[in-house]
Protein backbone atom coordinates (compact mmCIF):
# COMPACT_ATOMS: atom_id res chain seq x y z
CA UNK A 1 0.00 0.00 0.00
CA UNK A 2 1.50 3.76 -1.35
CA UNK A 3 0.03 6.49 0.05
CA UNK A 4 0.81 9.24 -1.85
CA UNK A 5 0.84 13.26 -0.28
CA UNK A 6 0.62 15.96 -1.54
CA UNK A 7 -0.95 19.91 -1.62
CA UNK A 8 -3.82 20.79 -3.25
CA UNK A 9 -2.69 21.27 -7.60
CA UNK A 10 0.05 19.02 -6.46
CA UNK A 11 -0.84 16.57 -9.28
CA UNK A 12 -2.43 13.23 -7.64
CA UNK A 13 -5.37 12.98 -9.42
CA UNK A 14 -3.35 14.02 -12.52
CA UNK A 15 -0.90 10.61 -11.82
CA UNK A 16 -3.84 8.56 -11.64
CA UNK A 17 -5.30 9.69 -14.70
CA UNK A 18 -2.54 9.36 -16.67
CA UNK A 19 -1.81 5.73 -14.84
CA UNK A 20 -4.97 4.72 -16.49
CA UNK A 21 -4.41 6.85 -19.16
CA UNK A 22 -7.65 8.77 -19.28
CA UNK A 23 -5.04 11.83 -19.54
CA UNK A 24 -1.70 11.80 -21.71
CA UNK A 25 1.79 12.83 -20.29
CA UNK A 26 2.99 15.35 -22.03
CA UNK A 27 6.23 12.98 -22.49
CA UNK A 28 8.09 10.22 -20.71
CA UNK A 29 6.73 6.35 -20.42
CA UNK A 30 3.78 4.77 -18.30
CA UNK A 31 4.29 1.38 -17.39
CA UNK A 32 1.12 -0.13 -15.20
CA UNK A 33 1.77 -3.75 -14.32
CA UNK A 34 4.32 -4.79 -17.45
CA UNK A 35 2.16 -2.90 -19.78
CA UNK A 36 2.41 0.27 -21.51
CA UNK A 37 -0.87 2.15 -20.19
CA UNK A 38 -0.59 5.05 -23.48
CA UNK A 39 -0.35 1.90 -25.93
CA UNK A 40 -2.64 -0.63 -23.95
CA UNK A 41 -5.22 1.66 -22.28
CA UNK A 42 -7.83 -0.78 -22.42
CA UNK A 43 -6.22 -4.18 -21.15
CA UNK A 44 -4.27 -1.79 -18.24
CA UNK A 45 -8.18 -0.45 -17.52
CA UNK A 46 -9.46 -4.48 -16.85
CA UNK A 47 -6.85 -5.06 -14.65
CA UNK A 48 -7.25 -1.25 -11.89
CA UNK A 49 -9.24 -0.82 -9.02
CA UNK A 50 -10.31 2.42 -9.34
CA UNK A 51 -11.82 5.19 -7.33
CA UNK A 52 -12.09 8.53 -8.96
CA UNK A 53 -11.74 11.53 -6.97
CA UNK A 54 -15.15 12.87 -8.06
CA UNK A 55 -18.44 11.44 -6.84
CA UNK A 56 -19.63 10.74 -11.01
CA UNK A 57 -20.98 6.86 -12.14
CA UNK A 58 -21.46 8.36 -15.68
CA UNK A 59 -25.08 6.92 -16.35
CA UNK A 60 -27.61 8.70 -14.48
CA UNK A 61 -30.82 6.60 -15.76
CA UNK A 62 -29.08 3.02 -15.12
CA UNK A 63 -30.12 1.70 -11.97
CA UNK A 64 -26.96 0.87 -9.85
CA UNK A 65 -27.83 -3.09 -10.02
CA UNK A 66 -27.85 -2.35 -14.10
CA UNK A 67 -24.59 -0.73 -13.62
CA UNK A 68 -22.76 -3.31 -11.99
CA UNK A 69 -24.01 -5.54 -14.96
CA UNK A 70 -22.67 -3.07 -17.83
CA UNK A 71 -19.22 -2.71 -15.45
CA UNK A 72 -18.60 -6.31 -15.12
CA UNK A 73 -18.23 -7.28 -18.79
CA UNK A 74 -14.72 -5.37 -19.34
CA UNK A 75 -13.51 -6.84 -16.44
CA UNK A 76 -12.80 -10.66 -16.73
CA UNK A 77 -12.10 -11.63 -13.10
CA UNK A 78 -15.57 -9.94 -11.74
CA UNK A 79 -16.67 -11.79 -8.46
CA UNK A 80 -20.38 -11.79 -8.16
CA UNK A 81 -20.09 -13.40 -5.21
CA UNK A 82 -17.84 -10.95 -4.05
CA UNK A 83 -19.63 -7.91 -5.47
CA UNK A 84 -22.69 -9.46 -3.55
CA UNK A 85 -21.57 -9.53 -0.38
CA UNK A 86 -19.90 -5.65 -0.43
CA UNK A 87 -23.35 -4.60 -1.75
CA UNK A 88 -24.28 -5.98 1.39
CA UNK A 89 -21.70 -4.40 3.63
CA UNK A 90 -22.01 -1.56 2.16
CA UNK A 91 -25.71 -1.26 2.53
CA UNK A 92 -26.14 -0.50 -1.90
CA UNK A 93 -29.59 0.04 -3.15
CA UNK A 94 -29.46 -1.48 -6.63
CA UNK A 95 -32.96 -0.31 -7.30
CA UNK A 96 -31.60 3.41 -6.99
CA UNK A 97 -30.97 4.97 -10.22
CA UNK A 98 -27.26 5.81 -10.39
CA UNK A 99 -28.76 10.24 -10.72
CA UNK A 100 -30.86 10.04 -7.69
CA UNK A 101 -27.38 8.47 -4.98
CA UNK A 102 -26.04 10.82 -2.49
CA UNK A 103 -22.69 11.79 -2.90
CA UNK A 104 -22.15 9.16 0.28
CA UNK A 105 -23.43 6.56 -1.55
CA UNK A 106 -22.03 7.30 -5.06
CA UNK A 107 -18.62 6.61 -3.55
CA UNK A 108 -20.03 3.51 -2.13
CA UNK A 109 -21.03 2.27 -5.03
CA UNK A 110 -17.40 3.13 -6.37
CA UNK A 111 -15.68 1.40 -4.19
CA UNK A 112 -17.79 -1.88 -5.20
CA UNK A 113 -16.92 -1.30 -8.77
CA UNK A 114 -12.91 -0.63 -7.91
CA UNK A 115 -12.94 -4.24 -5.89
CA UNK A 116 -15.24 -6.34 -7.06
CA UNK A 117 -13.22 -7.80 -9.92
CA UNK A 118 -10.34 -8.35 -7.19
CA UNK A 119 -7.83 -6.21 -9.44
CA UNK A 120 -3.97 -6.85 -9.26
CA UNK A 121 -3.90 -2.48 -8.56
CA UNK A 122 -6.16 -0.24 -7.06
CA UNK A 123 -5.95 3.15 -7.58
CA UNK A 124 -8.01 4.62 -4.38
CA UNK A 125 -8.62 8.72 -4.85
CA UNK A 126 -9.70 10.26 -2.06
CA UNK A 127 -11.34 7.03 -1.44
CA UNK A 128 -13.54 7.92 1.79
CA UNK A 129 -14.78 11.07 0.90
CA UNK A 130 -18.31 11.65 1.22
CA UNK A 131 -18.21 8.83 3.60
CA UNK A 132 -20.09 9.15 6.76
CA UNK A 133 -18.09 8.33 10.24
CA UNK A 134 -19.75 4.52 10.63
CA UNK A 135 -19.70 3.84 6.65
CA UNK A 136 -15.93 5.49 6.68
CA UNK A 137 -14.57 2.96 9.60
CA UNK A 138 -16.63 0.27 7.95
CA UNK A 139 -15.13 0.58 4.53
CA UNK A 140 -11.40 0.90 5.85
CA UNK A 141 -11.98 -2.60 7.50
CA UNK A 142 -13.10 -4.40 5.06
CA UNK A 143 -10.18 -2.76 2.89
CA UNK A 144 -7.77 -4.07 4.80
CA UNK A 145 -9.62 -7.26 4.83
CA UNK A 146 -9.72 -7.30 0.88
CA UNK A 147 -5.73 -6.10 0.70
CA UNK A 148 -4.92 -9.96 3.16
CA UNK A 149 -6.99 -12.13 1.03
CA UNK A 150 -6.23 -10.75 -2.72
CA UNK A 151 -2.97 -10.09 -4.12
CA UNK A 152 -2.82 -6.59 -4.93
CA UNK A 153 -0.96 -3.28 -4.65
CA UNK A 154 -2.71 -0.26 -3.54
CA UNK A 155 -1.99 3.32 -4.45
CA UNK A 156 -3.94 5.83 -2.42
CA UNK A 157 -4.36 9.60 -2.84
CA UNK A 158 -5.51 11.15 0.07
CA UNK A 159 -5.27 14.08 2.16
CA UNK A 160 -6.74 12.16 5.21
CA UNK A 161 -3.50 10.05 5.68
CA UNK A 162 -4.51 9.89 9.82
CA UNK A 163 -7.32 7.25 8.35
CA UNK A 164 -5.04 4.78 6.44
CA UNK A 165 -1.73 4.92 8.66
CA UNK A 166 -2.35 1.12 9.26
CA UNK A 167 -2.47 0.12 5.96
CA UNK A 168 0.51 1.98 4.57
CA UNK A 169 4.06 0.47 3.72
CA UNK A 170 5.41 3.26 1.03
CA UNK A 171 4.92 6.76 1.52
CA UNK A 172 5.38 9.09 -1.57
CA UNK A 173 5.18 13.35 -1.48
CA UNK A 174 4.69 15.18 -4.89
CA UNK A 175 4.44 18.97 -5.52
CA UNK A 176 4.02 21.02 -8.02
CA UNK A 177 4.01 17.34 -10.21
CA UNK A 178 7.28 16.36 -9.26
CA UNK A 179 7.86 13.67 -6.93
CA UNK A 180 9.77 14.50 -4.01
CA UNK A 181 10.66 11.77 -2.13
CA UNK A 182 9.46 8.29 -1.62
CA UNK A 183 10.08 5.82 1.41
CA UNK A 184 9.25 2.61 3.26
CA UNK A 185 7.31 3.30 6.25
CA UNK A 186 10.06 1.33 8.32
CA UNK A 187 12.65 3.81 6.82
CA UNK A 188 10.67 6.74 7.41
CA UNK A 189 9.58 5.61 11.05
CA UNK A 190 13.62 5.21 11.68
CA UNK A 191 14.80 8.17 9.91
CA UNK A 192 12.32 11.01 10.55
CA UNK A 193 11.77 11.45 14.48
CA UNK A 194 10.92 14.18 16.98
CA UNK A 195 13.85 15.03 19.72
CA UNK A 196 12.18 16.94 22.60
CA UNK A 197 15.58 19.20 24.42
CA UNK A 198 16.62 21.96 26.29
CA UNK A 199 18.47 24.49 25.01
CA UNK A 200 21.42 26.48 27.73
CA UNK A 201 20.03 29.91 28.59
CA UNK A 202 20.26 33.02 26.62
CA UNK A 203 20.36 30.88 23.56
CA UNK A 204 17.57 31.36 20.43
CA UNK A 205 16.22 28.16 19.44
CA UNK A 206 15.78 29.31 15.90
CA UNK A 207 19.77 29.19 16.01
CA UNK A 208 20.20 25.73 15.90
CA UNK A 209 20.01 24.43 12.50
CA UNK A 210 21.72 20.83 11.15
CA UNK A 211 21.37 18.36 8.65
CA UNK A 212 18.18 16.99 7.57
CA UNK A 213 16.50 19.49 9.90
CA UNK A 214 12.43 19.40 8.97
CA UNK A 215 10.89 21.47 11.65
CA UNK A 216 11.77 23.06 14.48
CA UNK A 217 9.45 23.92 17.61
CA UNK A 218 10.07 26.31 20.42
CA UNK A 219 8.45 25.11 23.54
CA UNK A 220 8.15 26.68 27.32
CA UNK A 221 11.00 28.31 28.19
CA UNK A 222 14.20 26.61 27.35
CA UNK A 223 12.38 23.79 25.71
CA UNK A 224 12.58 23.17 22.16
CA UNK A 225 11.14 20.07 19.59
CA UNK A 226 13.37 19.34 16.52
CA UNK A 227 11.92 17.16 13.54
CA UNK A 228 14.93 15.58 11.67
CA UNK A 229 15.95 13.17 9.22
CA UNK A 230 18.70 11.43 10.20
CA UNK A 231 20.36 8.59 12.29
CA UNK A 232 19.11 9.09 16.12
CA UNK A 233 22.79 8.58 17.09
CA UNK A 234 23.99 11.42 14.96
CA UNK A 235 21.55 13.20 15.60
CA UNK A 236 21.16 12.76 19.23
CA UNK A 237 25.08 13.46 19.55
CA UNK A 238 24.95 16.60 17.66
CA UNK A 239 22.58 18.30 19.87
CA UNK A 240 24.28 17.19 22.87
CA UNK A 241 27.87 18.44 21.73
CA UNK A 242 25.56 21.89 21.12
CA UNK A 243 25.26 22.15 24.61
CA UNK A 244 20.88 20.44 24.29
CA UNK A 245 19.87 17.71 27.38
CA UNK A 246 17.88 15.41 24.87
CA UNK A 247 14.80 14.40 27.03
CA UNK A 248 12.82 12.19 24.23
CA UNK A 249 13.25 11.07 20.54
CA UNK A 250 10.01 9.28 18.84
CA UNK A 251 9.02 8.68 15.72
CA UNK A 252 6.32 10.57 13.67
CA UNK A 253 2.98 9.02 13.02
CA UNK A 254 2.42 8.58 9.05
CA UNK A 255 0.17 12.16 9.19
CA UNK A 256 2.92 14.24 11.12
CA UNK A 257 5.67 12.93 9.27
CA UNK A 258 3.43 14.03 5.70
CA UNK A 259 2.71 17.46 7.24
CA UNK A 260 6.40 18.12 8.42
CA UNK A 261 7.40 17.15 4.66
CA UNK A 262 4.92 19.27 2.79
CA UNK A 263 5.83 22.10 5.26
CA UNK A 264 9.92 21.58 4.86
CA UNK A 265 9.44 21.64 0.44
CA UNK A 266 6.95 25.17 1.00
CA UNK A 267 9.56 26.85 3.46
CA UNK A 268 12.14 26.14 0.86
Known amino acids: VYVLVGPNGAGKTT????LMNLKRASKGRVGVLGMDARQEGPRVRAQIGYVPEDHFLGYPWMTVGRLLEHCSVYHPTWDWEYADQLASLLEIDRERKCGQLSKGNVRRVQLLLALA?????LLLDEPTDGLDHVARDRT???????LVDTPTTALISTHRVYEIERLVDHVGVIRDGRLLGQVTL?????MLRRY?????????????EMEGMVALRPGLGRSVEWTVWGEE?????????AGATVRD??????????????STQEAS
Request: hydrophobic share 45%; aromatic share 4%.
Open 186 to 190: EELRR
Open 15 to 18: LLQV
Open 140 to 146: LEFLAEH
Open 117 to 121: HRPAL
Open 249 to 262: CAPLTVDEAATALL
Open 233 to 241: ERVVTELTV
Open 196 to 208: SADVPEGQEPREW
